[in-house]
C-alpha cells in the first residue's frame, strides 16, 4: 500500500467534510446537492462552478469509500513522483476535463430529441416546463418517443457527483508511470498488472458508456465522466512525456 502524502490526504478530508455537510445541511432543509453536483447545462440549476465542485459531492458511503480508497493508493504515489503543485494541476485538469466531457455526451445525447420538439412548433420554455415538472400533453408523442422523451427528461434532472473522472486520470497517470505494478479488484482478487488492467478498466467504460450495459459498475454511473478523466489523464501524460515535462517538479 502506499503511504499516505500530504496534498491526498487533504484532499480526502475536504471530500468527507463536504459528504458529512451534505447530509447535515438535507436534514435542515438545505440541499447542497443543488448547488454544487453538475446538472445538465440546459438545467436552471446548473452554475459554472459546478464542473468543480462536483468532484467533491458523493452520492453515498460506498461511493465516497471506493473514490477516497482509489484517491489514496493511485495518488499517493503520484504525489511523491511529481509534487504537491503538479499533482494538483493534473488532478483537477483530470477532473474538470471529465465534467466537460460528460456534459458534451449528454448534450450530444439530449439535443437532437429537443429540436425535434422545437421543430413541432413548441418553445423552448414549454419545453424546459415539461422537463422540469414531468408533465406533457400526450400528443408530442406524434413528433418523439416516449422513450426518447424519457430519456430527455434523465439528463435534464440527473445530476453527477464525484471524484471519479480525477480518479480515472489518476488511474492513467499511474498505469504509465508503474505499468508492471500489479492491481487486482475487490472481487476478483487476481493479481494483474496495472498496463493490462487499466485499459480493459477503461474498455468496459467504453462500453457501457456506449450501450448504456453496465458490467461492473452500478446502471447510473456516469460512464462518460470516467471516459472523459482518462482521456484527458492520457493527453497530459503523453504531453509530458513527449517535452520530458515530468521531470520537473513543481514545488
Known amino acids: 500500500m502506499a503511504k499516505l502524502t500530504e496534498t491526498v490526504k487533504h484532499l480526502i478530508i475536504i471530500n468527507v467534510l463536504f459528504f458529512g455537510a451534505t447530509f447535515i445541511l438535507k ?15 440546459k438545467n436552471p440549476l446548473f452554475k459554472p462552478w459546478q464542473f468543480v465542485t462536483t468532484m467533491f459531492m458523493h452520492a453515498n458511503v460506498n461511493h465516497i469509500l471506493f473514490n477516497m480508497l482509489a484517491l489514496w493508493m493511485f495518488g499517493s504515489p503520484l504525489e511523491q513522483m511529481w509534487g504537491k503543485n503538479k499533482f494538483l494541476f493534473f488532478y483537477f485538469s483530470a477532473g474538470i476535463g471529465a465534467s466537460l466531457i460528460y456534459t458534451l455526451a449528454n448534450y450530444l445525447q439530449f439535443q437532437p430529441t429537443f429540436d425535434l420538439l422545437l ?19 400526450t400528443s408530442i408523442l406524434e413528433f418523439v418517443s416516449a422513450e426518447s422523451l424519457t430519456s430527455l427528461y434523465q439528463i435534464f434532472n440527473s445530476p453527477a457527483v464525484g471524484a471519479s473522472g480525477a480518479i480515472m486520470g489518476l488511474l492513467v ?50 460512464y462518460w ?20 515535462f515530468d521531470k520537473n517538479r513543481w514545488d
Not at 414549454?126 to 400533453?137: A, F, R, V
Not at 508492471?180 to 467504460?205: Q, R, S, T
Open 119 to 137: 421543430s413541432s412548433g413548441m418553445q423552448e420554455p414549454e419545453i424546459i416546463q415539461i422537463l422540469t415538472t414531468g408533465k406533457y400533453n
Open 225 to 244: 465522466a470516467h471516459i472523459g478523466g482518462a482521456l484527458v489523464g492520457l493527453l497530459m501524460m503523453l504531453y509530458w512525456k513527449r517535452t520530458q
Open 27 to 41: 436534514s435542515r432543509g438545505i440541499d447542497l446537492e443543488q448547488y454544487l453536483a453538475l446538472f445538465f447545462i
Open 173 to 222: 497517470g499511474f498505469g504509465m508511470l508503474f505499468p508492471n505494478a500489479e492491481l487486482m479488484l475487490l472481487f476478483f482478487p487476481v493479481p494483474v498488472k496495472a498496463k493490462y488492467f487499466i485499459p480493459v478498466l477503461i474498455g468496459l467504460d467504453v462500453f457501457s458508456g456506449l450501450t448504456g450495459v453496465s458490467i461492473f459498475s452500478p446502471g447510473n454511473t456516469a
